[in-house]
């Protein structure tokens, strides 16, 4: 609704003007009611175990106490061991890097086919990597984890990385290859005219252009590995926990009484990475999420 | 420069035929139009000589070589898009350059190559800018560079002009004429303006459904259009088509045709006057005779009755109702109706034109051309 | 003078193929192949590991005569429901407040999607504070002076399932907003100054020339949302563990449970055909309906 607006009229009466403080108040409390569960986690996290058993959820803590922080990271215990989700972190990064980059290169090369060297079949493979797309992964959970058996990669960082790539490349291609469609076909022609062949059109022309989708996925990618659950309890071993299954390890072990602050420490610094990211970057964060919804 | 060969080319997409068998041979110099309306198949045979797209039956010979196989880069063809696909990443120079690091021109030539063509197309103090930073004309300039830098055997231009305003489009057009005649260069020019085509074209070929329909000298085009098809798509407006009889009259042929209808107010009978128009190429109606024909008169051949032509052996004058006059500077373009057609004449901007009344037009048929009704094919 | 052409084999025009091939493989193989495997293994009697003897449907039998695997699917009404429903009403809402030249859209508009940044896992953790009975929201409103309130949501195994919804909603329903802000911004101003100039206020204006314009944005939610909800597992993990009991289970928290805990792999198989049929269920007229868009357009 570029430039028109429904509600601004040249003339302020009195009703408008209270509509207007009205409008304002809703989107705020809305607001606030977003920010509210994260800013409980970050008062949680700060106090101590006695100042959560007898203050309330939006006391603030008397003094800051990093100590929970300190123990979420290095020492709380996730399952078995106790030292903290910092070894998982790790781990997450170790797959996620990998695995990004791995998807969003061949994303971008199979979105520069599927765009400008179509060829007979490659719509209808198209159409079936987009159903892929949608696919519940519960059907290909258990196959998947007897192949990583038979790979001789099950329970390690690469299994997790090869299944990220394989159920990843469906998005990226998706996202690279609406980026693409919008290319003009001429500019490959042109190319294909003046002598330049696959590759060098690939890396002279295209790349170049694709800066914006290359955000778009990465960030994408970033955050749907990052945050993966699934997978990470599916098919990791106990050394190569993603932090999310390792978070969710610490939350439910229950050695003596519960430490809701270290919990929550924990939780933020699983959070943090993906927050990062989409507060640097939220523009092409909401891009990535609208152009595989609507898009798709 | 180069020879081209287009050798019964026809092209298929599952069962749709594109095109079906283009013969076109093209000498090395000339300067080759090919319009048509808009999926006559024009893009895809330009694509085809291209090696954009494979052929699935035919051969496509440049400079007596056998091309139909080679890929695009190895044709030595550049083209000028009408999007220009400029590359967007890339200054003006590299854009021009491109070509010639493909084919691993040594740098100090590439640049020299690119400074020449600079000169050339006016465009040296743009090589430094970004495509986004030119205007269309600019654009359009660049991407003709782009295509001169190579020194190419054979340019295509996929309708560079269409993309720019009216005032630019004959700007650039005379300047693509003037290059040509300078260059002495092989093109082959897709357009569907037709004013374009009768300007800058060597010859014409007008295609429709996957078929050349004619293919001729622009003049040829015009005064001889080998079916109402190319008549009516070559020249604007176009060319009259108005039902006539063929008939005999001593021991000539003649064509008769209605071109007034006058109500009288105090009777309410209308009041029908024939007009008899002789014809040049007369022999050619002799099959015809009593049966119907269409008669193609350029706008330009119904006029104001003029003194100096009054009397010539083509020249006829009769009565027409005025139903549309418009005035266009130069001429005004004054609609009338003959049988069920509209019919345009061109007459001088001061000849008086009543909406609603008659006025006497004056019919030069020396040029004039006649259709078999049927097959749509001119008599001759 | 006809010559058939013979196709040319060179690398240069197998090039595109050759670099497509891994995915193509890797997609026939690892979704539709492994698809087709899960379903072969759903019609054994496989327990801890795979085995082929056949046994017809009768997986399929047991799944539906497996109360736990009922709650699962109730649940999975019940809160896909309210979830979509939610989401959509707050998101469509939302967007249209968004829309009217708010100061700072920007800023309200991070601050509404952040959620989404983050993982169900601990979206799940921070919500399992938030509504923890004995410290949480509960006693926060007793000392605020509401003596009676009592929230036990997450303990009640009849509530438990709205307290799924709460935490899903407070994820995604910025998400929905910003994807039908993004069909709001896509309307044609022409359109809405023609309605106006016809004499349409705000309110019709919305209803009757904006609303529906955003059929298309509208259809995509609904598919995205019902597929997270089908697909939930994490947060069931993290929030409730599908507890008390199995009162809080989805299909998903079911079928990776019977497969990889319980051993149960041919039943575990038949619930993910099951949860497979959903989704098909939902997406095929959607790409049907998208696909005849196309071709009319």
């Known amino acids: 609704m570029t430039n028109v607006s429904l509600s601004t009229r040249p003339q302020k009466s009195m009703v408008a003007t209270s509509l207007r403080i009205a409008l304002y108040t809703v989107l705020l409390s809305v607001a606030a009611l977003y920010l509210l569960p994260f800013a409980i986690m970050l008062i949680t996290s700060l106090k101590d175990v006695e100042e959560i058993r007898t203050g309330t959820l939006l006391s603030l803590p008397s003094t800051l106490d990093f100590s929970a922080w300190g123990k979420a990271w290095s020492s709380a215990c996730t399952g078995s061991t106790c030292d903290g989700i910092a070894p998982f972190f790790t781990n997450s990064f170790q797959i996620v890097v990998p695995a990004v980059i791995i998807s969003t290169v061949l994303g971008a090369l199979n979105g520069y086919v599927l765009s400008m060297w179509k060829f007979r079949g490659s719509e209808i493979f198209f159409a079936a990597l ?24 099950a329970n390690t960082t690469s299994g997790l990385v090869f299944v990220h790539v394989v159920y990843g ?37 295209i790349l170049p252009l694709s800066t914006p989708i290359i955000v778009v996925t990465i960030i994408w990618q970033f955050t749907q590995i990052w945050n993966d659950f699934l997978f990470g309890v599916a098919f990791s071993g106990f050394d190569t926990q993603p932090v999310t299954v390792a978070l969710n390890n610490l939350v439910n072990t229950s050695f003596g009484g519960k430490e809701y602050n270290v919990d929550m420490a924990a939780a933020i610094m699983a959070a943090l990475p993906t927050l990062i990211v989409y507060v640097l970057a939220g523009k092409y964060f909401v891009r990535g999420l609208t152009a595989g919804a609507v898009k798709g | 420069m180069a020879s081209l060969v287009i050798d019964n080319v026809k092209k298929r997409y599952g069962n749709t035929s594109v095109l079906k068998g283009i013969d076109i041979a093209i000498e090395a110099g000339e300067f080759l139009i090919l319009v048509g309306p808009s999926g006559c198949g024009k893009s895809t045979l330009m694509n085809a000589i291209a090696g954009l797209e494979d052929v699935t039956e035919g051969r496509i010979l440049i400079d007596d070589q056998d091309v139909t196989f080679s890929s695009p880069k190895d044709r030595d063809i550049a083209m000028v898009f009408q999007s220009y696909a400029l590359y967007p990443n890339m200054t003006v120079a590299e854009n021009i350059a491109f070509g010639l690091e493909m084919r691993k021109v040594p740098k100090t030539e590439r640049e020299q190559e690119v400074q020449r063509v600079a000169e050339l197309l006016q465009i040296s103090h743009l090589l430094n800018r970004k495509p986004s930073q030119l205007s269309g004309g600019q654009r359009q300039r660049v991407a003709m ?5 190579r020194r190419p055997q054979l340019y295509l231009f996929d309708e560079p002009l269409s993309n720019l305003d009216a005032k630019l489009r004959v700007e650039m057009r005379t300047e693509i004429k003037k290059l040509h005649q300078k260059l002495k260069t092989t093109i082959v020019y897709v357009t ?11 010859r014409i070929a007008v295609m429709k459904d996957g078929e050349v329909q004619q293919l001729g000298t622009p003049q040829e085009i015009y005064d001889n259009p080998a079916n109402l098809f190319v008549a009516g798509f ?25 071109t007034n209808t006058i109500e009288t107010p105090t009777t309410i009978n209308t009041i029908e006057t024939p007009t008899r128009l002789p014809f040049p190429n007369a022999e050619s109606l002799q099959s015809h005779i009593g049966k119907e024909v269409l008669l193609g008169l350029r706008p330009e051949m119904i006029t104001e009755p003029q003194p100096h032509k009054a009397g010539l052996e083509f020249t006829v004058n009769s009565h027409v109702n005025v139903d549309v006059v418009e005035p266009m500077g130069a001429d005004t373009m004054m609609i009338t109706r003959i049988g069920n057609n509209e019919v345009n004449c061109r007459c001088h901007p001061s000849y008086n034109m009543v909406v609603g009344a008659t006025c006497e037009v004056m019919f030069d048929t020396s040029k004039a051309v006649a259709f078999d009704i049927e097959s749509g094919q001119r008599l001759d | 003078m006809i010559t058939k052409n013979a196709p040319r084999f060179t690398l240069a025009d197998w090039l595109p193929k050759l670099v497509m091939a891994p995915t193509v493989v890797v997609t026939l193989v690892c979704m539709y192949g492994y698809m087709i495997w899960t379903g072969v293994l759903s019609l054994t009697n496989s327990r801890m590991l795979p085995s082929y003897d056949f046994v017809g449907l009768s997986q399929y039998e047991r799944l539906f005569n497996n109360d736990r695997w009922l709650v699962a699917l109730a649940n999975l009404g019940l809160f896909g429901g309210l979830f979509i429903g939610i989401c959509l009403c707050l998101g469509v809402i939302l967007a249209i407040f968004l829309d009217q030249k708010i100061r700072n859209e920007g800023a309200i508009r991070t601050i509404y999607l952040y959620p989404m940044a983050i993982s169900f896992i601990v979206t799940g953790t921070a919500w399992k504070w938030l509504l923890n009975p004995t410290n949480g929201l509960e006693k926060m409103m007793i000392d605020l002076g509401f003596e009676q309130f009592t929230f036990d949501w997450l303990v009640n195994p009849d509530k438990v399932v709205y307290c799924l919804v709460i935490a899903a909603v407070w994820q995604a329903s910025g998400f929905i907003m910003a994807l039908f802000l993004a069909g709001l911004r896509g309307v044609d101003g022409d359109l809405i100054k023609a309605a106006q100039l016809d004499g349409a206020g705000t309110f019709t204006t919305y209803r009757r020339i904006v609303l529906p314009s955003l059929k298309p944005v509208f259809f995509s939610a609904l598919v995205i949302l019902a597929h997270i909800a089908i697909k939930s597992f994490d947060l069931v993990a993290a929030l409730t563990n599908g507890g008390p009991g199995y009162s809080s289970d989805l299909p998903a928290n079911f079928m990776y449970a019977h497969t990889f805990t319980r051993s149960q792999i041919g039943l575990g198989s038949a619930s993910a055909i099951v949860m497979l049929g959903c989704v098909l269920a939902i997406l095929i007229p959607y790409l049907y309906s998208e696909l005849r868009g196309q071709r009319h357009d």
């Open chain 1, 130 to 153: 987009l159903i892929g797309c949608f696919i519940p992964f519960q059907v290909i959970l258990l196959p998947m984890a007897r192949t990583l058996g038979w790979l001789g990669i």
């Open chain 2, 192 to 202: 569907h303006d037709q004013i374009e085509a009768m300007t800058l074209a060597d």
């Open chain 2, 234 to 258: 070559m020249g604007s407006p176009a060319m009259n088509f108005i039902p006539a009889k063929v008939i005999e009259s001593g021991n000539t042929i003649m064509l008769e045709l209605t």
């Open chain 1, 169 to 205: 490349i469906a998005f990226t291609t998706l996202f690279f290859r609406n980026f693409y469609q919008a290319i003009p076909s001429e500019l490959v022609k042109a190319a294909r005219l003046d002598g330049a062949g696959f590759f060098t059109i690939f890396r002279r022309i």
């Open chain 2, 145 to 149: 560079g782009r295509a001169l830098a």
